[in-house]
């Protein structure tokens, strides 16, 4: 079975950009988890979608947002781009949301800002 | 809420010898456990999970964890290190009503000696 992909793998951006990235969870997986990983503050989650609907949002501003579609694919959009915001993107994805499922991680997709 | 803290931000043993990365967690209900693994360049990957039951949990590749309520610990055991044991580790928490976000510790570097 195929894993969890992620799309593009690295990106670079200029400040007041926005970018959307990707994520194609497991086959049968519905939900998927996005988390920003960086040096600083380590792994982070940004927000999970569960059947096309938002069902937890992290501690990150109103630029970072997000949505499922049918076919569980995930995409995370990050307008006004901040030289703060240069990380991996990590997606997980899980074959069902609560705390009981354990996530499976893309490779990530590296953003740098500058 | 929970919280993760590991101790040791990097631990370096000699291939062979013993490996133990600490993890200690806080959470105001039942906790389920997770140690994932982090190559260079690459996503997370499970290691092994504590969910109810057994509170000794093997994962891959030699890996095991004893979950230990009354110290609110999850050390991560492998009695050999292997040079490609050599990555970053991190102990992870879910619980409560939280869904689909996984609160992560800071992550300790494994550096194995030959």
């Known amino acids: 079975k195929a894993g969890v992909t992620q799309t593009p793998r690295y990106l670079i951006k200029t400040r007041g950009q926005q970018v959307t990235l990707s994520c194609s969870p497991i086959?049968?997986?519905?939900?998927v988890s996005w988390y920003q990983q960086t040096p600083g503050q380590g792994l982070q989650f940004l927000f999970e979608?569960?059947?096309?609907?938002?069902?937890n949002k992290g501690n990150f501003p109103g630029r970072f947002s997000g949505r499922q579609f049918s076919n569980s694919r995930s995409e995370m959009n990050v307008s006004t781009l901040e030289l703060g915001d240069s990380a991996l993107y990590l997606c997980?994805?899980?074959?069902?949301?609560?705390?009981?499922?354990?996530?499976?991680f893309g490779p990530g997709t590296r953003l740098t800002v500058t | 809420a929970q919280s993760v803290t590991q101790l040791g931000s990097h631990v370096s043993v000699s291939e062979g010898a013993l490996v133990l990365l600490r993890c200690n967690y806080s959470?105001?209900?039942?906790?389920?456990l997770f140690w994932y693994v982090q190559y260079p360049n690459q996503g997370l990957q499970l290691l092994l999970k504590?969910?109810?039951?057994?509170?000794l949990v093997k994962g891959i590749n030699g890996f095991e964890a004893e979950f230990k309520k009354s110290e609110t610990s999850f050390h991560l055991t492998k009695p050999s290190a292997h040079m490609s044991d050599a990555a970053e580790y991190f102990c992870?928490?879910?619980?409560?009503?939280?869904?689909?976000?996984?609160?992560f510790g800071q992550g300790t570097i494994l550096t194995v000696h030959p």
């Open positions: 997980a994805s899980s074959l069902r949301s609560g705390r009981t499922g354990e996530q499976y």
């Open positions: 086959s049968g997986h519905r939900s």
């Open positions: 979608y569960f059947s096309e609907t938002q069902r």
């Open positions: 959470s105001s209900v039942p906790p389920y």
């Open positions: 504590y969910t109810t039951g057994a509170t």
């Open positions: 992870a928490v879910s619980g409560g009503t939280s869904y689909g976000k996984l609160t």
